[in-house]
């Protein structure tokens, strides 16, 4: 008899193509906005800051908007978000002044810090506790493949329409429509509860009597026993910091630094992209069947074997298995990292998405940092310091990991026996 396939969670389902088309269409927007900024009359600096605008004002948003969303509704926060992000993209379709993009961008912003622990939660809520890394790595490797397919599109429409930057973003609007409608109907709210079922193996009466001496009294101690969550706050900025110092740098670093042409670029992000719709949910298994700790090491371990690549072979296939490392370690991280937030979260359900919230702001703050440090060292001390102290703050990195691993480890462990004789205590009386 032919075993089935295991049943996906339709709403699943729904968040993954949410992610895919949400994508799709700031994939567009991604690659006009810069362009059309241009088109304005700001400069490179200006730019730069326009760009990471959003992200600055979405860090600073998080751990409010992370409330709201438990205190209201996780999938109604998401459609909310959604919408706000549409109106983002049918607004920059009427823009015409400087100060108009800057400020459709802290609309972006705060449109994003309430969708990010949103959607983290939910995804956390219907993953499964043996896929959960899958789940994000499902999400997270559909992101990345629309956000190419978003960009190439950009560039044949921009071609066809006579660089018509408005019918662009009302093309980018119509795209970010559809998952609001999708998320509204397929998604589903799960009741939380503050004492989840955990499987664990059979205990015996008497184990558990003898356990019960020692076992807090009530069985929501153990969000007492959770890790504080400010060390992982820290680890994703090391890693998010590091592993974006050559985000939007290595076009240039392939040109100026390995002498190699537009075309050779084009194809090593072509390969690369290619490598992360595999590497992605391969990661994610071995994080849910494997070790999670080892998977989410892979990031730092990438950043420091890219950083030495890039500089002992300067030319194409130095470059090419650089941005393939690069690239491999970014998709082992998104759902290792996305199953650590779920495993933190999970100790408080009730708050799990401002949890989420608060740890990802470190990943962006890393995200903010690491561009601007990598253009400052090699701007002043050139190439090979940026790589160096690459380098060196993966090494930190990786270490710091295994430290803030582990004690999350021990307080797992630690939830898991007050979870279980607590249940066994229940039965007894």
């Known amino acids: 008899m032919s075993k089935k396939l295991p049943r996906i969670d339709p709403s699943l389902l729904a968040i993954v193509a949410e992610g895919f088309l949400s994508r799709l269409s700031f994939g567009i927007i991604s690659f006009t906005l810069p362009l059309y900024a241009h088109h ?3 400069s490179l600096t200006e730019i730069g800051f326009l760009i990471s605008l959003n992200l600055a004002v979405a860090m600073a948003l998080k751990p409010i908007m992370g409330w709201i969303a438990d205190r209201s509704s996780l999938k109604w926060s998401y459609v909310a978000s959604l919408g706000l992000r549409s109106l983002v993209s049918l607004a920059l379709a009427f823009a015409a002044q400087p100060w108009q993009l800057y400020s459709i961008r802290i609309v972006h912003g705060t449109s994003r810090s309430l969708r990010d622990p949103a959607a983290n939660a939910l995804i956390a809520e219907h993953g499964g506790k043996k896929a959960i890394a899958s789940a994000f ?7 990345s493949v629309a956000g190419a397919l978003g960009g190439a599109l950009a560039g ?9 930057f408005s019918f662009i973003f009302i093309v980018a609007f119509v795209l970010s429509v559809v998952p609001i409608f999708v998320v509204a109907r397929s998604v589903v709210d799960q009741k939380v509860h503050d004492d989840p079922v955990i499987h664990t193996q059979n205990t015996s009466i008497d184990t558990a009597t003898s356990q019960i001496t020692t076992a807090p009294k009530r069985t929501t101690d153990w969000i007492k026993s959770k890790p504080p969550l400010l060390p992982f706050i820290g680890l994703g900025f090391l890693i998010s910091s590091t592993a974006r110092m050559l985000l939007g740098l ?3 670093l ?13 194809m090593i992000g072509l390969i690369a992209a290619t490598v992360r719709l595999v590497a992605g949910p391969l990661f994610g298994w071995l994080s849910d069947n494997v ?3 080892l998977v989410l090491l892979v990031r730092s371990a990438a950043n420091v074997l890219s950083s030495v690549i890039y500089i002992v072979a300067p030319n194409f296939m130095g470059m090419l298995s650089g941005r393939v490392v690069d690239d491999a370690g970014k998709a082992a991280f998104r759902p290792a990292w996305g199953a650590l937030m779920a495993d933190m979260s999970s100790f408080d359900k009730r708050n799990r998405a401002r949890t989420m919230a608060l740890l990802s702001t470190g990943e962006d703050a890393g995200g903010i940092v690491g561009p601007i440090l990598a253009g400052f060292l090699w701007n002043t001390w050139g190439i090979g310091v940026m790589l160096g102290a690459r380098v060196v703050v993966a090494v930190i990195s990786e270490i710091y990991a295994v430290t803030v691993t582990h004690s999350m480890m021990e307080s797992v462990d630690y939830r898991l026996k007050c979870s279980h004789v607590a249940r066994v205590k229940t039965k007894m009386e």
Not at 156 to 164: D, E, I, Q, V
Not at 254 to 266: C, W
């Open 137 to 143: 790595a499902w999400y997270s490797t559909a992101k």
């Open 254 to 266: 392939a040109v100026e630094y390995a002498g190699l042409n537009t075309t050779e670029v084009g």
């Open 40 to 42: 304005l009359g700001l």
């Open 250 to 252: 290595f076009p240039v």
């Open 156 to 164: 044949t429409l921009l071609t066809l329409s006579g660089t018509n």
């Open 291 to 293: 070790s999670r700790r």
